[in-house]
């Protein structure tokens, strides 16, 4: 039976995402980052996805909006879009999905401006209240648009903006209030080329600290909660081995740049600790909160380094036309103990591509173990040319 107090089903869903068996052998120890809008932080497309859930140094595409939007001047092709699909979270409910649509394109040969609209479902919620009850439909959305450039040969840079909408709440006193903020990308990707043997393999390296932006709050709580701002950091190196074959090697680290929510300490009273959290979480500001992330973990250094997400993937591609994949990604126990491995796989043609991802989840009861993702892609070029209509500009010849 649920009660009549305001609603916070997107956090219930988190916990669950984060707990595990070995995470309950360590209540004491157990403490996530919070943060509100957590949809932000699901890898959208099945390419990143089959990889560990990494993609801020990968070769471009149609899905860097998310990963990297500073890649997209690097991009072969001209124009691009592409959908993708999540069911999330199959092993406890059956209508939590996640639908993404992405695309880009490139101005000259230096630029490119690119855009994506996320939504999140959180399926149908019964409320019941006594006599009354009723069925919501919560979800969260998002829609960004970004610029990048060229600055270099090998270095680019780029920049987003993002609104950001969850419709989560519900209180049975008073009017629904839906949670709005605004946010900002600061990306960056180098992309250079050097001689192994007689092979010229590619290295890159990128960075993204996305979500840089204002909190967030519901109807009925007059505190704001943190949105979930990341520094991503990555690299990914490329090696040829005929005119057809290449095997690529790519890893991301990733660090919520949100302060933890403090924890009580013995001998405090409950309004003390009531007065320090509002103190040192709610009132804390935006800016100050990332700055006040990189210091603020119970057990120091040793706790903050346990913040920190790493991924690590590979992608075999024959022609451009047919690619395996596959990945690691790992979270700390005493920070949600998400560890899972993945694979997939995609095939391209000239018009359009397909992927596919999965997850194996590695630890006991972990709710995102099954999860499938898919994304199709259209090279607008492509279809240009199948059509017998002139291209509105000169692919980027790729470098082998």
């Given amino acids: 039976m649920l009660t009549n107090n305001h609603y916070r089903i997107l956090l219930f869903v988190l916990v669950?995402?984060?707990v595990s068996a070995r995470a309950q052998d360590k209540k004491n120890m157990f403490n996530p980052v919070n943060y509100s809008v957590t949809s932000l932080a699901i890898a959208p497309d099945a390419r990143g996805g089959s990889m560990g859930d990494l993609g801020v140094a990968t070769e471009a595409d149609a899905n860097s909006q998310y990963w990297n939007p500073a890649k997209y001047p690097f991009n072969v092709a001209r124009a691009g879009v592409s959908a993708s699909y999540t069911p999330w979270l199959r092993k406890l409910v059956n209508d939590i999905n996640l639908a993404n649509l992405?695309?880009?394109y490139r101005i000259g040969n230096y630029s490119a401006l690119s855009a994506s609209l996320r939504f999140f479902s959180l399926g149908e919620v019964r409320l019941e209240d006594s006599d009354d009850a009723m069925t919501i439909n919560p979800y969260?959305?998002?829609v960004d648009v970004a610029y990048s450039r060229m600055l270099s040969q090998c270095f680019s840079m780029g920049v987003a903006m993002r609104f950001i909408y969850s419709d989560i709440t519900y209180d049975y006193t008073a009017e629904s209030k839906a949670g709005k903020a605004f946010a900002a990308d600061?990306?960056?990707?180098?992309?250079g080329y050097f001689m192994m043997g007689n092979r010229e393999c590619s290295f890159a390296w990128g960075l993204n600290i996305n979500n840089i932006g204002s909190k967030i709050s519901y109807g009925g709580d007059d505190n704001s909660e943190f949105i979930p701002t990341n520094f991503r950091l990555g690299c990914n190196?490329?090696?040829p081995f005929n005119q057809y074959n290449r095997l690529s090697f790519a890893a991301d680290a990733?660090?919520?740049l949100v302060p933890t929510y403090p924890k009580q300490i013995d001998g405090e009273t409950d309004e003390e600790y009531t007065d320090r959290v509002q103190r040192e979480y709610y009132d804390v500001s935006?800016?100050?909160g990332i700055f006040k992330s990189l210091h603020d973990a119970p057990n120091g250094f040793k706790e903050e380094m346990q913040e920190i997400q790493w991924s690590v993937g590979m992608e075999y591609n024959y022609n451009d036309r047919f690619m395996l994949r596959g990945g690691y990604h790992h979270e700390h126990a005493n920070k949600g103990n998400r560890k899972y491995v993945?694979?997939?796989?995609g095939f391209k043609m000239s018009v359009f591509a397909i992927d596919a991802a999965y997850v194996f989840s590695t630890s006991q009861s972990n709710p995102l173990d099954q999860t499938m993702r898919f994304t199709l892609s259209f090279d607008l070029d492509g279809m240009k040319d199948l059509f017998g209509k002139k291209g509105g500009g000169k692919r980027r010849p790729k470098r082998r």
């Fill in 342 to 345: 993945t694979a997939g796989a």
């Fill in 102 to 104: 992405s695309g880009f």
């Fill in 254 to 256: 990733n660090k919520l």
């Fill in 16 to 18: 669950l995402v984060g």
């Fill in 140 to 142: 969260e959305m998002a």
């Fill in 286 to 288: 935006p800016i100050s």
């Fill in 186 to 191: 600061i990306a960056m990707y180098r992309n």
């Fill in 237 to 239: 190196m490329t090696i």
